[in-house]
């Protein structure tokens, strides 16, 4: 007895039922409900699901790829000067403009907000606590600090995928096909649309919708796969003996989740894991390939709330403060972003909230000054006005932050410090920037006007003279390097 329920198999119901039809009536009634069903399901559908009994194959899952191997120092390293003034054993007092306070916020981060839970009956323009029938259907999602509606496709309610079967995956689809879902993906386009959502963001939309919407959660598991691939994405299904799992192609390396290779492209668990062999089907639905984007080409509409850290730095020899913004939202929804690649972060934007807030504190203050000179105090701000703290003693493992989280998260270390240094000289001062990959460590070079700096430290690419700015390197003025890495010849990073 099949384990799918359909619209086909309430056909069936009522003719083995009670009910007493007569001919004719009976075959008009099956004739339009026949009609129905053919009208929603396409011809692709059904070839689709005619190839979902068959053409399955065990693949063997890959470990997920590692970034970055070579430990990072525990301690920020210190130009020899400031080192020697600081003493082998005594540390810097507390007035010190380069002492422990210099870097500690005045004001804690907060943590990462969830989505904030509203009262419907309180809420204005959310729906009262008297529901109508057709309220009752609402789907109500929360993504990223917005309420999302949506409209429950009644034909879902009995559809159920009770066993990990091939032939069970073919008539679940046919369900879901016969239950004209045209209007919830035509939603999930509109908001996607509105809300300028990132391909990973409609991916997390999907799922908190499927899983609302059905209970029943690896029934759920194959909804989120249908509507992903209705809205063009190539998402497969895998499986063994005990998980449904989705599996997704990406238009970049991702770090950190296993994967499969099917006709030569990679397929990563979009659930992060583990490395289990599973059952995949061999082709995905026709006329939809479309890769995830997960670079960060789009910045999302959020309901723009936004909260506030303090920094204090040394600038011109002074302690100075500044206030600097940023969206919890958007640090929310970085904080579950699959890992990729190191240029990706150098070349991403700055969200809109941070990246005014850190324009209207540094444009008037730099505006005087020689390109040379903005550097420096951008390199000291970055320098000394953040906790310096390792992915591994702060996260439990490798992670990249872009500047809005730099500010929201108590430490950042090397590569956080390079992606927020490489924003401010790039958008505030026009220089064209560089990323250099060393061995445990990540740093730039600006490319200046004029006469390069005597005696520094500097790099070639593409025709221009770049100088060194490492923002990890207390105290370190442009084009001072590391002495561990005088002589090393870094990995460059183009910056879009």
């Known amino acids: 007895m099949k384990q799918v329920v359909s619209c086909l198999l309430a056909l069936t119901l009522c003719i083995s039922g009670n009910l007493v039809w007569g001919d004719s009536e009976f075959d008009r009634w099956k004739q339009k409900q026949r009609g129905a069903f053919e009208g929603f399901v396409t011809a692709r559908d059904r ?23 070579t430990p990072k120092p525990k301690r920020q390293p210190r130009v020899p000067q400031l080192e020697a003034s600081q003493g ?3 540390p810097a007092p507390a007035n010190s403009p380069f002492g422990p306070d210099s870097l500690e916020p005045l004001l804690a981060p907060q943590p990462i907000p969830a989505a904030p839970k509203k009262n419907p009956g309180t809420q204005p323009g959310t729906v009262s606590e008297q529901k109508s029938p057709q309220q009752e259907d609402l789907i109500r999602v929360g993504l990223y600090g917005s309420a999302l509606r949506f409209s429950q496709a009644p034909g879902l309610r009995n559809v159920r995928l009770m066993q990990l079967q ?7 689809w046919l369900a879901f096909a016969s239950a004209d879902l045209q209007t919830t993906v035509e939603a999930l386009r509109a908001q996607q649309r509105a809300l300028v959502l990132p391909d990973w963001a409609v991916l997390q939309l999907v799922l908190k919708v499927a899983r609302n919407e059905i209970g029943h959660s ?5 909804y989120s796969w249908y509507l992903l691939n209705q809205l063009g994405f190539d998402v497969r299904l895998g499986y063994n003996e005990s998980k449904l799992v989705l599996l997704m192609a990406a238009n970049v390396t991702v770090y950190g989740r296993p994967f499969f290779t099917i006709d030569g492209e990679r397929y990563y668990r979009v659930d992060g894991g583990p490395a289990n062999n599973l059952r995949i089907h061999t082709a995905g639905f026709p006329g939809h390939s479309g890769k995830l984007r997960l670079d960060f080409a789009n910045q999302m509409r959020t309901p723009g709330l936004v909260e506030s850290r303090q920094l204090r730095f ?6 100075a403060s500044a206030v600097i913004q940023y969206d919890p939202h958007w640090v929310e929804y970085l904080n579950g972003h699959p890992a990729i690649d190191l240029h990706h972060y150098f070349s991403a934007k700055v969200f809109s909230t941070t990246a005014n807030s850190l324009a209207a504190f540094w444009q ?23 906790k310096y703290q390792t992915d591994d003693e702060q996260f439990g493992g490798e992670r990249y932050l872009l500047p809005s989280e730099s500010i929201h998260y108590n430490a950042i270390d090397c590569e956080d410090r390079s992606f927020l240094l490489a924003w401010l000289i790039r958008d505030l001062l026009g220089l064209p920037v560089i990323g250099l990959h060393y061995p445990g460590h990540v740093a730039l070079a600006v490319s200046l006007p004029g006469e390069p700096v005597v005696g520094a430290a500097t790099v070639d690419y593409e025709g ?8 990890t390197y207390m105290g370190a003025a442009l084009g001072q390097l590391m002495p561990q890495f005088e002589g090393v010849t870094p990995t460059i990073l183009a910056v879009n």
Do not use: C, M
Request: charged letters at 25%.
């Open 47 to 69: 070839e689709f699901a005619e190839y979902l009994r068959t053409s399955w194959r065990e693949f063997q899952a890959h470990k997920a790829l590692i970034r970055e191997q």
């Open 166 to 172: 091939p032939d069970q995956f073919s008539e679940t």
């Open 218 to 222: 690896t029934t759920a598991t194959a």
């Open 364 to 386: 008037t203050r730099i505006q005087q000054d020689s390109p040379q000179q903005a550097v420096n105090r951008l390199l000291h701000f970055v320098q000394n006005g953040f």
């Open 464 to 471: 221009r003279q770049y100088t060194v700015a490492d923002p």
């Open 88 to 90: 082998a054993v005594e």
């Open 314 to 319: 040394v600038d011109g020899g002074r302690i």
